[in-house]
């Protein structure tokens, strides 16, 4: 493809900055528009493992984000009554594994610092529509604006506007896990030291784990068949009709939940598509196929396609490029998101039977049991 082409991209998320770093210093004018006002300084922690590990190495970003990490070394799970059921060292968990954990906005912040040396940023503005001809993109914009362009990537999240204006209904399939999800930041108020601790209920799950900040971030999800958040004002209220007579520890981070900023929460959503492009629009990272942060591999597969996406781009027209882009990832999104959604009835099982197996399991398995499946799905994405 012609290195002076003008690519828009649309999000400046964790697959939207990756790209705009590649494509910009391999000398195309890649221009990133995000709707909110500023990069997000939201999400929880994220691990870049495999293949996401040595694209970070090539991209020159692995040193900061080495230096970033945060420093959790092991993780607990509990029972209601506080009881731990399984403890894990993370010594031992990741031996031999290519991995750094650090917190999404610390990952956003280093991308965005070294995106904006080869990008033109845009905040406040998101497409309105999209037109396309063999050659060039034409989008409006929603501030009344109108550009031309040689590509559109579009990396806008689970709620993509690039997937909306560009894709028909037909070809994106919405698979809900009936599961809701919230999370924010808080003061170490429970005294974890280098520690990610889960608490597990039948129908509901909550962990908190240090960010390296020597602060608190925690996550909650919960059984719910609520297709769409509630307005920001009425998700702290929310979270604690769902979490009403929840156990001690989850409580005091409860008790927490600020009333005077947006706290993140969504329904559990996964994307599912054959296809992520059609015609010069394609998708990346949780517009092409969400994982839903179950997975824990959701940035890791949005950093690495992305990566493989502009790396394609950078050799080839952008045709094959999205064929090559395509054949690579989807094979790997294809396992791992029913892998997925077997493990939401894990985490949140769906009766009393799976709620009792799981706890029994957890207590009885031997560590090496665990240990092997977490090295297993670190190495895939």
């Not at 034409?138 to 604006?145: A, K």
Request: glycine content about 6%; hydrophobic content about 35%; charged content about 25%.
């Amino acid at each position: 493809m012609n290195r002076n082409s003008k690519i828009l991209i649309s999000g400046a998320g964790v697959s939207g900055l990756t790209a705009a770093i590649w494509l910009g210093r391999n000398g195309f004018r890649p221009v990133v528009v995000e709707k909110s006002p500023e990069i997000r300084a939201d999400g929880y922690i994220i691990s870049l493992s495999h293949k996401s590990y040595h694209y970070a190495d090539e991209l020159g970003i692995l040193p900061e984000l080495i230096q970033r990490n945060t420093g959790i070394r092991h993780s607990s799970y509990h029972n209601r009554r506080g009881s731990a059921m399984l403890t894990l060292d993370y010594k031992d968990l990741f031996s031999g594994v290519d991995i750094v954990q650090v917190m999404r906005d610390e990952l956003q912040t280093v991308l965005y610092e070294h995106a904006r040396d080869y990008a033109e940023f845009r905040f406040g503005v998101s497409a309105a529509s999209i037109n396309q001809t063999n050659e060039k993109v034409q989008v409006e914009f929603n501030d009344g604006n109108s550009e031309e362009f040689d590509l559109l990537i579009g990396a806008d999240g689970l709620h993509s506007i690039t997937r909306k204006l560009a894709f028909d209904e037909g070809e994106v399939n919405k698979i809900y896990l009936d599961r809701f999800s919230s999370a924010y930041k808080l003061d170490n108020v429970v005294n974890l030291v280098d520690k990610f601790e889960n608490h597990m209920e039948k129908d509901r799950y909550m962990c908190a784990y240090t960010t390296g900040k020597g602060d608190l971030a925690c996550v909650f999800i919960w059984k719910d068949h609520d297709k769409k958040a509630p307005e920001p004002a009425q998700r702290p209220s929310k979270l604690r009709e769902k979490f009403a007579n929840c156990p001690a520890f989850v409580k005091s981070v409860l008790d927490e939940c600020p009333e005077d900023q947006t706290i993140y929460m969504d329904p559990l959503i996964q994307i599912d598509m054959k296809k992520w492009s059609k015609g010069r629009v394609v998708l990346t990272g949780d517009a092409a196929h969400s994982l839903t942060l179950l997975s824990g591999q959701g940035a890791s597969s949005a950093f690495w396609g992305a990566s493989i996406l502009s790396k394609a781009l950078i050799e080839h027209e952008p045709q094959e490029a999205f064929e090559i882009y395509e054949q690579d990832l989807i094979p790997v999104i294809q396992k791992i998101q029913p892998a997925t959604r077997k493990s939401t009835g894990w985490y949140v099982p769906s009766n009393i039977i799976k709620y009792y197996a799981r706890d029994t399991i957890m207590t009885c398995m031997p560590n090496a049991f665990f240990q092997a499946y977490f090295k297993s799905k670190y190495t895939t994405a």
